[in-house]
């Protein structure tokens, strides 16, 4: 393992514990606000914000923006994808639970993963299928179905 791994795996490992607070904290906020699309809304204004605070506090400069012209059409989609987790997570985790939610999500993002990954789309170096891959999208989904199969809410009180 080399010295950008040690750094670059926990901090993927802490973007991955992020993600359940994010659920649950955004269908709170949509139970306040009165509809998910509000909390939505609420959601990226509150990131946009964040990220701007960031931008400025390291300098970012601006963008090129003669480069987006260049842009392939699929570069403009992250927004979409993203609007579209946010409202699904907010509507879904409280019904689902955080565990078969995020186990769900996370097989869905493996199997979208082996395919962008094999036909070497929006920017990825290509790999092969190979049955070690296969096999742990595998594991990774029917872990996905037995967290939603075996999930028990208990009652409030």
């Given at each position: 393992?080399?010295?950008?791994?040690?750094?670059?795996?926990?901090?993927?490992?802490?973007?991955?514990?992020?993600?359940?607070?994010?659920?649950?904290?955004?269908?709170?906020?949509?139970?306040?606000?009165?509809?998910p699309?509000?909390?939505?809304?609420?959601?990226?204004?509150?990131?946009?914000?964040?990220?701007?605070?960031?931008?400025?506090?390291?300098?970012?400069?601006?963008?090129?923006?003669?480069?987006?012209?260049?842009?392939?059409?699929?570069?403009?989609?992250?927004?979409?994808?993203?609007?579209?987790y946010?409202?699904?997570?907010?509507?879904?985790?409280?019904?689902?639970?955080?565990?078969?939610?995020?186990?769900?999500?996370?097989?869905?993002?493996?199997?979208?993963?082996?395919?962008?990954?094999?036909?070497?789309?929006?920017?990825?170096?290509?790999?092969?299928?190979?049955?070690?891959?296969?096999?742990?999208?595998?594991?990774?989904?029917?872990g996905?179905?037995?967290?939603?199969?075996?999930?028990?809410?208990?009652?409030?009180?």
């Amino acid at each position: 393992m080399n010295s950008t791994s040690l750094i670059a795996i926990p901090a993927a490992v802490l973007a991955g514990a992020l993600v359940p607070f994010q659920a649950g904290a955004n269908a709170a906020l949509g139970r306040h606000l009165g509809h998910p699309l509000w909390a939505t809304m609420a959601s990226l204004a509150i990131s946009a914000i964040a990220a701007m605070a960031v931008m400025a506090l390291m300098r970012v400069p601006a963008p090129s923006f003669s480069a987006i012209g260049q842009l392939p059409w699929w570069g403009w989609t992250g927004g979409l994808a993203g609007v579209f987790y946010i409202t699904a997570a907010l509507m879904l985790a409280p019904r689902l639970g955080a565990g078969a939610f995020l186990a769900a999500v996370i097989a869905g993002q493996m199997l979208a993963a082996l395919l962008l990954d094999r036909y070497a789309l929006v920017g990825f170096v290509g790999s092969t299928l190979n049955p070690g891959r296969l096999l742990g999208a595998g594991l990774i989904a029917g872990g996905a179905l037995l967290m939603h199969l075996s999930n028990t809410p208990r009652a409030a009180g």
